[in-house]
């Protein structure tokens, strides 16, 4: 177990601050074209959106943790599903590391565009960390745990395309954690957003006392996180801790209505406004953070999408994107 969580912790960290990116699946991956309606959807009837995914299989990969490709008109856009009902999809090392495996494929592939993370489990986005699991931790084991969710949360946050996180029901401290890690949070109202950790005697640790402050405000930040309080999906967007409430079910519905919005735009152009934004709010320097503007403004001049683009204003027609 030990070695286990320092291998994921290392490999984590080093990915995390890579700025190489590969451009394929590797060979081992083997594609399944599944159901037009996933799980999830059909488990709701309020669903109205419809689409052909492809399962993408590859033997390291985790039980918990599905990813899924989808197709058409909606190609460039992935799936990662939390799939641990038993557990209420909490986080245990087995599903901690098929996470970073789903992430790292899509950091290795240029032809996905955006990325939502779910659950297949009704009611329950996240319950945070396997709690059972944790009691038969040593105090190193609990140290190298915390350390290798840190790092692929950070691996999260720095993927360089946008990811939302569809949240229906429980996602409470590593679950929240998570979404904190994403780009957008889509709440179900009748989700429920809390870090629980000062109640068991810990703080968050695995990314929550930096992001919520920095999301929301330093004083509803210390309101969360010290006295544990629960928020509902309503007030979880009045804090602007959810960019989107929507009535409850409809998370994951809105959440592809946001990815397919983003999915039509240019992906040089929104992989470049992204990190404009992330690496933006890191400068302390105006003149410094206006360099990294037009570093990032430089990098959509000299492609064929922005030449695309101005035809397709001109011509009056849809632009057709292809990251080039």
Do not use: W
């Amino acid at each position: 177990m030990m070695h286990a969580l320092r291998s994921l912790s290392r490999s984590v960290g080093r990915d995390s601050i890579s700025n190489v990116i590969a451009y394929q699946y590797k060979a081992s991956l083997s594609f399944v074209t599944v159901s037009n309606q996933p799980h999830h959807i059909a488990t709701h009837h309020h669903y109205q959106y419809q689409t052909q995914r492809t399962l993408i299989l590859e033997p390291s990969a985790s039980e918990f943790v599905k990813l899924q490709k989808l197709q058409h008109s909606d190609s460039g856009i992935v799936e990662v599903t939390l799939d641990r009902p038993k557990n209420k999809n909490a986080i245990d090392t087995k599903l901690m590391r098929g996470l970073k495996h789903a992430l790292e494929l899509i950091n290795q592939d240029s032809s996905t565009n955006v990325a939502i993370i779910t659950s297949s489990v009704p009611g329950v986005y996240c319950a945070g960390a396997d709690l059972k699991e944790r009691k038969t931790f040593t105090a190193f084991e609990v140290r190298e745990y915390s350390k290798a969710l840190r790092a692929t949360f950070s691996f999260l946050e720095r993927l360089p395309i946008p990811t939302i996180a569809a949240v229906e029901g429980a996602a409470l401290g590593g679950g929240l954690e998570l979404a904190l890690a994403c780009d957008f949070r889509i709440c179900g109202e009748d989700a429920v957003l809390g870090l629980p950790e000062t109640g068991h005697a810990i703080i968050p640790g695995a990314g929550a006392t930096r992001r919520l402050p920095r999301l929301i405000s330093k004083a509803i930040a210390k309101d969360l996180i010290l006295t544990g309080r629960r928020v509902y999906g309503r007030e979880a967007e009045a804090l602007g801790l959810a960019n989107y409430c929507v009535p409850a079910g409809e998370a994951y519905t809105k959440a592809l209505e946001v990815a397919r919005n983003i999915n039509e735009k240019g992906p040089i152009a929104v992989r470049a406004g992204k990190r404009a934004i992330e690496e933006g709010l890191l400068i302390i320097d105006p003149a410094e953070a206006a360099d990294l503007e037009e570093a990032c403004y430089e990098m959509t001049l000299n492609t064929k999408d922005r030449l695309e683009g101005l035809a397709a204003f001109v011509e009056k027609r849809k632009p057709n994107y292809k990251g080039e």
